[in-house]
């Protein structure tokens, strides 16, 4: 290889947790470069958490992100004419990413008035593995072990 590798820049931590996971999270939600009013939202959930769990919403969140966070998915692989669903590891960083994405994304879809209450009623489901994101991670786990045969052809 001709170039060299670019080098991985460092996240900030954020304000209020001082966590590089915390400043993750806001990037996935932030639209349009809106970074301030994203962390306005992703705090205002940690406050409505707060209010209605006795555990700390930064404890639920740490807790619904790890029961959202896959450790299999399925690749589609072409061999001989067919296409095969392989189940594959996958890397630590793109299991973090994959889950932060999965609660944004139901948290989006979920019925409610504020984003903020949204993504606390997502948080709180994941965090008791409930939730439209564990369900996702349900699901590819189960994608992947019905499809283990296929692991042999694994690269």
Known sequence: MRKRKPKIKGI??????????????????MYSGKKGLAYQLFYGAMDIIDEK??????????????????QVEVRSRRIGGATFQIPTEIRPKRKMVTGM????????????????EKLAAE????????????????????????????AHFRV
């Open 12 to 29: 900030e931590p954020d304000p209020r947790f001082k966590d590089p996971m915390v400043t993750m999270f806001v990037n996935n939600m």
């Open 53 to 70: 769990e006795e555990e700390g919403g930064y404890e639920i969140w740490k807790k619904a992100l790890d029961t959202a966070m896959p």
């Open 101 to 116: 994405k999965w609660i944004i994304k139901f948290a989006r879809q979920r019925n409610g008035k504020s984003f903020s």
């Open 123 to 150: 948080l709180m489901a994941a965090a008791k593995g409930e939730g439209a994101a564990v369900k996702r991670k349900d699901e590819t786990h189960r994608m992947a072990e019905s499809n283990r045969a296929f």
